[in-house]
């Protein structure tokens, strides 16, 4: 005999048909609403509705929850933020948190190819797309090779856009990704919380004589950012 499916994934399912009619930004029906309408608990609502809200489908807004617009898919290439944001509509943007000096770890050290201890820039930024926040990026840079920057780069707009303006040529990178909780630092400035799972990703990236050129940690929310890689 054929088991019967779980009462959250046939609500969760009919309420997949339900955002397929509506718009974004339109209202979601609130839990006790749905309860009614499918004969379940508020309990298997609120499960149904957490699942959509971790894929990003719908979002708080105030005391309501909303349809989302679509995640932004962000191609995995040497191309920067902004001319991934841009080939998929979005108006991209950032938000400087920190830009400091900092001493090289160990780690930063073999990732940039210098001496532990060694000056490193460390950029701190808040990534947007339509003015939503969406990424927390943090950029490790050899002080010594860059430190220019300071004086003419406007933290705002492209760091590659304004590395290849410099002459630098990329040549190859190494992306790691996987999915973590933030702290509650990142978590606020993402404007999300703690219990939300974000997308990780760490990559080291080489000029074109194979010299590194950074190292980046930049964190995600998944409810509003997904990967794309073409493969051929």
Do not use: C
């Not at 933020?81 to 830009?99: C, F, H, K």
């Amino acid at each position: 005999m054929t088991k019967p499916l779980p009462k959250p994934y046939l609500i969760r399912t009919a309420l997949e048909e339900i955002l397929a009619d509506v718009a974004e930004g339109d209202p979601v029906p609130a839990e006790r609403e749905l309860a009614v309408r499918f004969g379940v608990a508020r309990e298997t609502v609120r499960q149904a509705l957490h699942e959509l809200l971790v894929e990003g489908r719908i979002e708080r807004r105030g005391r309501g929850t909303v349809v989302s617009r679509p995640k932004l898919a962000q191609p995995l290439s040497l191309a920067s933020y902004t001319e991934g944001a841009l080939s998929m509509g979005r108006t991209p943007g950032r938000l400087l948190v920190t830009w400091d000096d900092i001493d090289a770890t160990a780690e930063l050290a073999a990732g940039l190819g210098v001496s532990t201890d060694t000056p490193v820039m460390h950029l701190e930024r808040v990534l947007l797309a339509d003015g939503r926040r969406i990424g927390l990026e943090s950029t490790y840079l050899a002080k010594h090779r860059f430190g220019h920057l300071r004086a003419t780069f406007d933290p705002t707009t492209s760091l590659y856009a304004a590395m290849r303006a410099d002459g630098v040529r990329f040549g190859s990178a190494v992306e790691r990704i996987e999915t973590v909780l933030p702290s509650p630092r990142e978590a606020a400035l993402l404007e999300s919380t703690t219990a939300m799972p974000m997308l990780l990703l760490n990559r080291r990236t080489l000029d074109d004589d194979d010299q590194p050129i950074e190292v980046v940690r930049a964190l995600y929310r998944g409810d509003r950012i997904a990967f794309e890689a073409r493969l051929t």
